[in-house]
């Protein structure tokens, strides 16, 4: 079985690319596992002219090529005032001028992370409504508040148990499904 994982962000220090290598940690003895940087998949801003002018850029391509070997997907949502961040919306806008079914019809596990006491649920929540239309089959999701607090960053681990069985649960159906294959 083979995920392909990334935070939904470009920031070098992202909250979400901490919880994507925590999660790497738990499950990459059960399963191939891949955390892709969406700055590797950098793109000028989507416009139909611009579309016109230059065609598809490679790198969605790419990206969608990335899509296409997971078996699952897991993607960390940062939030951007209350919304995707500029950087995962333009790479989906492009990524969807080529293909409209973006996520292939994959499985797919969601988290959000924030510093604040939202959690950024609103993009998750956004993430939820909207993935299905494009080929994505939803199966958990868990948004993380006060990261700083219930996350080590130091030690790369939550330091709530509550987190830490948040996260197991968010997983559980991969890891039982891995286990079957295993």
């Known amino acids: 079985m083979k995920i392909i994982a990334f935070a939904a962000s470009t920031s070098r220090q992202s909250i979400n690319r901490k919880l994507l290598k ?3 940690q738990r499950i990459s003895n059960r399963a191939e596992f891949e955390l892709i940087d969406l700055n590797e998949y950098e793109l000028p801003l989507f416009s139909e ?13 790419h990206f969608l090529n990335k899509v296409n070997q997971a078996d699952y997907l897991i993607i960390s949502f940062a939030e951007h005032n ?5 950087a995962y919306k ?3 806008d492009w990524a969807s001028r080529i293909q409209p079914k973006v996520y292939q019809d994959k499985k797919v596990i969601l988290f959000s992370a ?6 950024a649920k609103n993009v998750l929540s956004q993430a939820k409504a909207s993935m299905p239309h494009f080929g994505a089959e939803i199966i958990s999701s868990y948004s993380v ?6 996350f080590d960053v130091e030690q790369g681990q939550p330091n ?4 830490a ?3 197991e649960h968010t997983l559980s159906e991969l890891v039982e499904r891995s286990d079957q294959i295993i």
């Open 90 to 92: 333009n790479l989906f």
């Open 22 to 24: 925590y999660i790497s």
């Open 165 to 167: 069985r948040g996260i």
């Open 145 to 150: 508040a006060e990261f700083y607090k219930v």
């Open 82 to 86: 209350g919304s995707y961040t500029a």
């Open 49 to 61: 002219d611009l579309e016109r002018e230059i065609g598809k850029p490679a790198n969605a391509q």
């Open 160 to 163: 709530s148990d509550e987190l």
């Open 114 to 119: 924030s510093p604040g006491p939202g959690g």
